[in-house]
């Protein structure tokens, strides 16, 4: 079993990585906003996916993830979505889960 | 992540599936990701589908220069080489699309046909007239309250001028659908590297040169995109190109993948049988 802890870190520091070209406003922590904060894009979440999955071992349905987190009904102002976003703590708790699940279906 | 050096240049790329190859070629400004989540799972299902970041876009290395299609088509049979891909189907997004074609009038031999999805070609920009296009003051509107202000004068104007306002608009596709566009990508190509310059370059793609392109084309279009004209034109004048128009956007590959999908299956399964070529130029007469 992997703890949250430990994912944590991970995910942390693949993000870091992954978004080392650009200045960051304020660190990346567990409470960081994705999109808001970190200003994730498309192309970085396909980064991060491809790392997790170098790391863990397996791919995990990160669309699933995705569809549960910004597919709500919409909010739209001034052409805008509101209230779409996720923290990094929600991702982190999302792929612990997914771990253990697995490890927890093989066991038994 | 993956990289593969070609040219000279670290590209971004990523492989699924297995079987015939398929390169997708992604737009200025866009990324290997505008395909993945949209038409390659469906493609991978039947072919080996390569996807990559285009020089200066993604995770590839952004040199300085060399963002003309001619470029840009180097890079793509480079990346072929490198991959160890001897012939591929190539399908272009808007200026992917012109990478392709170009990659095709320079090396049919490595190219088993084309898809040309929205896609506008530097020698034939007098071809698609903004002041005759409808949607132009529609477009206008719905670019006003973003303060994105389009010329008075259609036929001064270019739709690349549109590239740099991009940030003032909300993201189209993608994991940032509606909301702000984020621009660290776009600024960094706009200010280090010659890119919105050289993509106007016609180069050796000549009107002249685009007619001898042999190979099989699919010509796909949205019915109100100010591109239609292009498609049109290169139905009429190659040897091998089919226009299929329909309803949707110029972002209807990743907005509705399905939409480009089912007619590349077909497209790519005309070609095996080799039943392409447009009837109105299998006879030799044009109605």
Same mark, same amino acid.
């Given at each position: 079993v992997i703890t949250y802890e430990a994912v944590l870190a991970d995910v942390i520091r693949m993000l870091e990585t992954i978004m080392s070209d650009w200045d960051i406003e304020g660190e990346i922590r567990e409470t960081s906003l994705v999109l808001g904060d970190i200003g994730l894009e498309s192309i970085e979440a396909v980064a991060l996916a491809t790392e997790i999955a170098e790391r863990y071992g397996r791919e995990l349905p990160f669309a699933e993830f995705l569809s549960a987190r910004l597919e709500q009904p919409e909010q739209e102002e001034a052409g805008y979505l509101q209230g779409k976003d996720f923290t990094v703590g929600e991702l982190v708790d999302f792929v612990t889960r997914e771990l253990n699940g697995q490890v927890r279906g093989m066991a038994g | 992540m993956r990289k593969v050096t070609a040219n000279g240049i670290n590209f971004h790329y990523q492989q699924h599936g297995v079987g015939t190859d398929v390169i997708l070629v992604h737009g200025v400004t866009s990324n290997l990701s505008y395909w993945l989540l949209t038409v390659v799972p469906d493609l991978a299902e039947r072919l080996r589908v390569t996807v990559y970041d285009l020089? #200066?876009? #993604?995770f590839s290395d952004v040199p300085p220069s060399g963002y003309t299609t001619g470029d840009l088509a180097e890079d793509l049979r480079g990346l072929m080489d490198s991959l160890g891909i001897e012939q591929a189907h190539l399908v272009g997004h808007s200026f992917g699309g012109a990478i392709a074609l170009h990659c095709a009038a320079r090396y049919p031999e490595r190219v088993l046909s084309l898809v040309l999805a929205e896609t506008a070609l530097p020698a034939l920009r007098e071809r698609m007239p903004i002041a005759r296009w409808p949607g132009w003051d529609k477009l206008r509107e719905r670019m006003s309250p973003y303060g994105v202000k389009l010329s008075d004068d259609p036929d001064s104007?270019?739709?690349?001028?549109?590239l740099p306002e991009l940030p003032k608009l909300p993201t189209v596709v993608g994991l940032r659908r509606g909301l702000p566009h984020q621009d660290r990508r776009l600024q960094r190509l706009a200010t280090s590297t010659t890119c919105f310059v050289d993509l106007r370059a016609v180069g050796d793609l000549t009107e002249e040169r685009i007619r001898t392109v042999a190979r099989p084309t699919l010509a796909i279009y949205d019915d109100g995109s100010p591109f239609l004209p292009i498609g049109q034109y290169l139905e009429d004048t190659m040897p091998e190109c089919r226009l299929l128009v329909q309803e949707g956007t110029h972002y209807f590959p990743a907005v509705a993948p399905q939409e480009l999908a089912r007619p590349l299956l077909a497209h790519f399964a005309a070609v095996e049988r080799g039943s392409t070529v447009a009837p109105h130029h299998a006879g030799g007469q044009d109605p």
């Open positions: - | 020089r #200066g876009h #993604g104007w270019d739709l690349n001028e549109l």
